[in-house]
């Protein structure tokens, strides 16, 4: 990415939301710019405030994350960092996981033709946008499909509430309407999962929200939200951070119980390290924290995927790029691309990962789609940039977006594209559909035939794949 570019991307990221990764001396009032882009040749970091998606992976919870558990943990008595050692598979792929709950599919009326683009943006989020109201509202950010109740949607925005769809976003439902109702109602949502074992368990978070920036966490389908993290019943956890941002919360496919988080600030007090992961084996009931790689500059959003297994991941950042662990976290690699260059994600709340039928990984980056035989090993596909977005698959063909920050693409430019599953290298640009120059996160809904795009103050967006 050009300097130009990375001048465009700080400017406009502060002009959308200012707010800032706030490190050990700030103050959430402060909200100071983050640390200033390395010589790595990846993409800049923008100004803390470039809060934008998650990645695509997608109990009971007693207020203040107080489930499961009776008694306060002694002083960083969960700080282990070899304790995280799973047990090894023995295979390269990942274990299967438990049966999921045979997969309801609603009522969804209205749908396009296939291939066609439908603007489905909640309307109380299309009218504020309109009218900014409030004048920070941004639009709609990370969502979750549920991978049970198909028609089921969850959209959070940018200090616009967070919203649920029944039918495929024909009409949409306030939710935190329960407990701490509107607690959660001015607040920046990049991260959502829903649990694919129980559905009715929804996490996200609240960025720069009344009740502070942690994760949350729901057992009715977000009605009521409870706080997880900082964990009460763990306080020395939460004396790590100096305001607990939570950034990215990926949900471990073969165990709906194991939770990774990682953060939007430095880790303080963990020696010889400036980045910690979170991690829960209990759903959120109670967490240890893991020390990152010492390499890692920590005052940035971090982004998590699993890889293979549970002890196979891929952490990133926009200054640090790519690392990958087979063991857990205990030790780290910077991923390379073929040319043997590291490689950086385009933005701070993560990207699409995906796995297709074939084996091959898909990853949206700075430069583009970045394609893997083994997760190691990097290619970038051509033309498939600039600023990858979302990414996601109906079985038969890879979709994916490009131009996820506003300035980097014309006016009228298409931000979809698509390649085949049995591709992968070849992308096409898809011919129709909204032109609107922002792309965005991308999830999709197999009991419909479904795919979703957030595009921030551009849209919330389906379309019938086949």
Not at 349 to 367: E, I, P
Not at 384 to 410: E, K, L, M, V, Y
Request: hydrophobic fraction near 35%; aromatic fraction near 10%.
């Amino acid at each position: 990415m050009t300097l130009v570019h990375r001048s465009a991307a700080l400017g406009l990221l502060a002009s959308l939301w200012g707010c800032a990764a706030a490190g050990p001396s700030a103050s959430p009032d402060a909200q100071p710019d983050a640390a200033p882009p390395s010589d790595t040749g990846g993409p800049a970091q923008p100004d803390a405030a470039g809060h934008t998606d998650t990645a695509d992976t997608a109990d009971t919870g007693g207020t203040g994350g107080t489930t499961g558990t009776t008694d306060a943990a002694p002083p960083d008595s969960a700080m282990q960092p070899d304790a995280t050692a799973l047990p090894e598979t023995g295979a390269p792929d990942r274990p299967p996981a438990p049966d999921a709950p045979p997969q309801v599919v609603g009522t969804c009326a209205a749908l396009g033709p296939v291939g066609t683009w439908q603007e489905i943006t909640p309307p109380a989020v299309k009218t504020g946008l309109a009218s900014r109201m409030p004048s920070d509202a941004g639009g709609t950010f990370s969502f979750a499909v549920d991978p049970v109740n198909s028609g089921t949607v969850y959209a959070g925005t940018v200090y616009q509430k967070m919203w649920k769809s029944t039918d495929c976003g024909a009409t949409w439902t306030q939710l935190g309407t329960g407990r701490n109702a509107g607690a959660w109602d001015h607040a920046m949502n990049w991260t959502f999962a829903v649990d694919p074992q129980q559905p009715n368990v929804v996490y996200t978070n609240s960025g720069y929200g009344t009740m502070g920036n942690g994760l949350l966490k729901s057992t009715n389908g977000g009605v009521d939200w409870d706080i997880v993290w900082p964990p009460a019943l763990q306080p020395d956890l939460g004396k790590h951070f100096m305001y607990n941002f939570a950034n990215v919360v990926t949900i471990d496919p073969a165990d709906h119980l194991h939770l990774i988080l990682t953060f939007h600030e430095s880790c303080i007090g963990m020696p010889g390290v400036s980045t910690c992961i979170a991690e829960s084996s209990d759903a959120g009931a109670t967490w240890k924290l893991l020390p990152g790689d010492p390499s890692w500059n920590g005052n940035e959003g971090q982004l998590f995927y699993f890889l293979e297994n549970a002890r196979t991941w891929i952490w990133a950042s926009q200054t640090n790029g790519f690392f990958r662990t087979d063991t857990a976290g205990a030790t780290w690699a910077a991923l390379k691309d073929d040319k043997g260059k590291g490689f950086f994600p385009s933005h701070l709340q993560g990207a699409g990962l995906y796995r297709a039928k074939n084996g091959f990984f898909y990853v949206a980056a700075g430069d583009g789609i970045f394609r893997s035989p083994d997760g190691k090993t990097w290619t970038l596909a051509a033309n498939t940039g600039p600023i990858g977005g979302g990414i996601a698959s109906d079985g038969t063909t890879i979709f994916a977006s490009r131009c996820f920050f506003g300035g980097f693409c014309a006016a009228g430019t298409q931000v979809f594209l698509s390649t085949p599953e049995t591709d992968g290298v070849n992308w096409t640009i898809l011919p129709d559909g909204p032109r609107i120059a922002m792309g965005g996160e991308m999830h999709y809904d197999s009991g419909h035939h479904l795919m979703y795009a957030s595009t921030f103050g551009q849209g919330f967006w389906r379309m019938v794949t086949k």
